[in-house]
C-alpha cells in the first residue's frame, strides 16, 4: 500500500496485514502456536542475537499479535507497539521499563483504582516511588520531579471526574526536563491523540473500546517513537547502560539501525521476556476483530453519550452531571483542547437522594449492565459509593469525586432511545 496517510477507518481494516502468505486469508488467521521452526542454526542464533527480526517463541512475539501491534501504532502514529496481557501488564511494563529500585515516577491522582494499587503498593515493595501530584495544577510535576524520576504519568479522560488531562502542558514541562509522559488512553481511543500533544508512550487496556465486545482482556504500549532517550543519558540507565541480560547491549545504541524503537525493543525483549505477561493469540484475535470497527463504534458511542447527557441534564431526580461535553472553565477548554470527534462514553451523574436511590437506581436497571467494567458495545452501570469505592470513608469518596448519590454510566452502542428509555424507567423507581 502506498505510503498516503490513510485515515482512521482505513487503518483499522489495513494497517500491519495484506493477507496471509500462503492461505491468502483476508481476514487476520489466528497462530494458535507456541513456537516457531527455525530455517537453519545459523538463522536460530541470528534471531536470538537480534541480528534478523522473526518469531521465536510467543511469550515474546506472535504473528496474530504483531498485527494488533501494527494496526494500534499506526492509528496513534507511533513508531512500534507491544501487547500484552491485560492493561495493568501494560502500565506495568510501561513504568518498569524506565524505572528500577530507587528511582520515582511522578503520576496523577486520578487513576483507575487497579492502576493506583499498583503504583503505590506492589511498585513500592519493589522501590520504586510513585509521586502522586493534582493534574489541575501542570506544575505540581515539575515541583516532583528530581534526578531521579524517569517518567510522568497519567489518564486522558480518568472517571469518575471526567477531566481531561492537560497533556500538552505536562509533556511540555517533561520535555524542558528531560522526562517523557506516558499516558493512558483507554477511555479516549480515536477521540484523542497524546502522541500529537507531546507524549513520549501512550498504553491501552484493550479489553475496554479496542476490544469493544467484552470478550478478551488485553493490554497494548506504543511508542511514539519521538522522545530523545540518548541525550537524557544518566536519567535512563535501563536504555543508555550496558544491559547485563543481553551481552551488555546498550539499548539505545544496538536498536539505532532499526529506528527510534529502543523503548518497546527493549520492554519486549527484556520485561515479556522475563516476566511473561504475554497476549494469547486468541484474545490478540478478538481484539483485531474489535478494532476493525472501532471508529463507527466510537462514533456511536460518543453520540449516545451526549443524548444521554442531554436527558439526565433535565430530569428533576438528577443533581448534577458530569460529562466533558458539559465542563466550563480549564476543565472545558482541555476537554475541547485534547478531544475531537466526541467527549467520550462515560457519564457521571448524582442522584439527590443519595446512596438508597443510586443503589435502588442500578437494581431498578433492565438493559444496562451492572458490571463493573466500561467499553463494551453494551451499555453498562455502577455506583461506586457501594461498590469500587466501599472501602474508602466518604472524605475519600469525596475527594475522588464519589458522592453517595453518583453513578457512573458507560453508554453502549444501542440504539439511544432505548438507552433513555431504560435509564428513564429505573431513575422513575428510585
Ligand atoms: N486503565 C484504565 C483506565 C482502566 O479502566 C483499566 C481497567 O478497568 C485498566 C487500565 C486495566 O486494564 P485491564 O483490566 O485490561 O488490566
Not at 467527549?343 to 439527590?352: D, H, P, R
Request: proline residues 5%; contains cysteine.
Amino acid at each position: 500500500m502506498s505510503d498516503k496517510k490513510l485515515h482512521p477507518e482505513t487503518l483499522a481494516l489495513h494497517a500491519g496485514y495484506r493477507n496471509d502468505e500462503t492461505a491468502k486469508s483476508v481476514a487476520v488467521p489466528i497462530h494458535q502456536t507456541t513456537s516457531y521452526q527455525f530455517d537453519s542454526a545459523e538463522h536460530a542464533a541470528n534471531l536470538f542475537a537480534l541480528k534478523e527480526f522473526g518469531n521465536i517463541y510467543t511469550r515474546i512475539m506472535n504473528p496474530t499479535t504483531d498485527v494488533l501491534e501494527q494496526r494500534l501504532a499506526a492509528l496513534e502514529g507511533g513508531v512500534a507497539a507491544l501487547g500484552v496481557a491485560s492493561g495493568q501488564a501494560a502500565a506495568t511494563f510501561a513504568i518498569l521499563n524506565l524505572c528500577q529500585a530507587g528511582d520515582n515516577f511522578v503520576t496523577s491522582t486520578d487513576l483507575y483504582g487497579g492502576t493506583w494499587n499498583l503504583f503505590a503498593n506492589t511498585f513500592k515493595q519493589m522501590g520504586i516511588e510513585a509521586r502522586f501530584v493534582d493534574p489541575a495544577d501542570p506544575e505540581s510535576f515539575r515541583s516532583a520531579t528530581d534526578d531521579k524520576t524517569r517518567c510522568y504519568f497519567a489518564e486522558t479522560l480518568p472517571n469518575p471526574k471526567l477531566n481531561v488531562f492537560p497533556i500538552k502542558e505536562v509533556a511540555d514541562i517533561g520535555r524542558e526536563l528531560g522526562v517523557p509522559l506516558i499516558m493512558d488512553n483507554t477511555a479516549a481511543p480515536l477521540i484523542c491523540r497524546p502522541l500529537e500533544h507531546g507524549a513520549a508512550i501512550v498504553m491501552y487496556s484493550t479489553t475496554k473500546y479496542i476490544g469493544g465486545h467484552g470478550t478478551s482482556i488485553g493490554g497494548m504500549i506504543i511508542d511514539g517513537g519521538n522522545f530523545d532517550w540518548e541525550a537524557g543519558g544518566d536519567r535512563f540507565p535501563t536504555l543508555n547502560q550496558p544491559d547485563p541480560s543481553y551481552h551488555g547491549a546498550v539499548w539505545t545504541e544496538a536498536v539505532k539501525p532499526l529506528g527510534p524503537i529502543a523503548y518497546i525493543i527493549r520492554a519486549r525483549v527484556t520485561l515479556l521476556r522475563d516476566i511473561g505477561a504475554a497476549e494469547s493469540p486468541f484474545n490478540a484475535w478478538q481484539t483485531i476483530q474489535g478494532l476493525e470497527t472501532l471508529p463507527l463504534r466510537m462514533r456511536q458511542h460518543c453520540e449516545n453519550a451526549n443524548k444521554v447527557v442531554e436527558f439526565l441534564n433535565n430530569h428533576p431526580k438528577v443533581e448534577n452531571v458530569i460529562h466533558p461535553s458539559i465542563q466550563d472553565g480549564e476543565a472545558k477548554r482541555r476537554a475541547d483542547a485534547y478531544l475531537d470527534g466526541g467527549y467520550g462514553a462515560l457519564v457521571g451523574f448524582e442522584l439527590k437522594d443519595g446512596l438508597d436511590a443510586g443503589r435502588s437506581f442500578i437494581d431498578s436497571l433492565e438493559l444496562l449492565y451492572h458490571v463493573a467494567n466500561i467499553g463494551d458495545a453494551r451499555s453498562l452501570a455502577i455506583h461506586p459509593a457501594s461498590t469500587t469505592h466501599s472501602q474508602m470513608t466518604e472524605e475519600e469518596q469525596a475527594k475522588a469525586g464519589v458522592t453517595p448519590g453518583y453513578v457512573r454510566l458507560s453508554i453502549g452502542i444501542e440504539h439511544a432511545d432505548d438507552i433513555i428509555a431504560d435509564i428513564e424507567q429505573a431513575l422513575s423507581k428510585c
